[in-house]
């Protein structure tokens, strides 16, 4: 009496998908809008600390809040570009504050 009770398990596990075989679900044109805001955010970020830091330092900030409203799937990078956007301005403000200048150069 046992084995039809066996064999009915049996198949219904082989037709049913095992999680690992899967594929992962696409993510929508929104995920990957604010994924590419998160990286957009970081470069510029990265960026604004060498060079035009009072446009990009501000534009990373935006894009990072973006990014991270919009539910990215790299809030660590978008955090970092928040980070890197603040930085840009905090060096803006101490090279204003110590050259009376909004620009700067290296040399």
């Not at 960026?47 to 919009?70: E, K, S, T």
């Not at 970092?80 to 301005?89: C, E, F, R, V, Y």
């Amino acid at each position: 009496m046992n084995v039809p009770d066996t064999a009915l398990r049996s198949t219904a596990a082989a037709r049913t998908p095992s999680p690992a075989h899967t594929p992962a679900p696409a993510p929508t044109p929104a995920v990957r809008q604010a994924d590419g805001m998160a990286v957009a955010s970081f470069v510029f970020g990265l960026i604004g600390l060498l060079a035009m830091n009072l446009l990009l330092g501000p534009a990373a900030i935006v894009l990072a809040a973006l990014a991270l409203h919009r539910g990215t799937r790299r809030p660590g990078r978008a955090r970092l570009g928040l980070a890197l956007g603040i930085a840009d301005l905090a060096v803006l403000a101490w090279l204003v504050s110590a050259d009376q200048t909004w620009s700067w150069s290296i040399g």
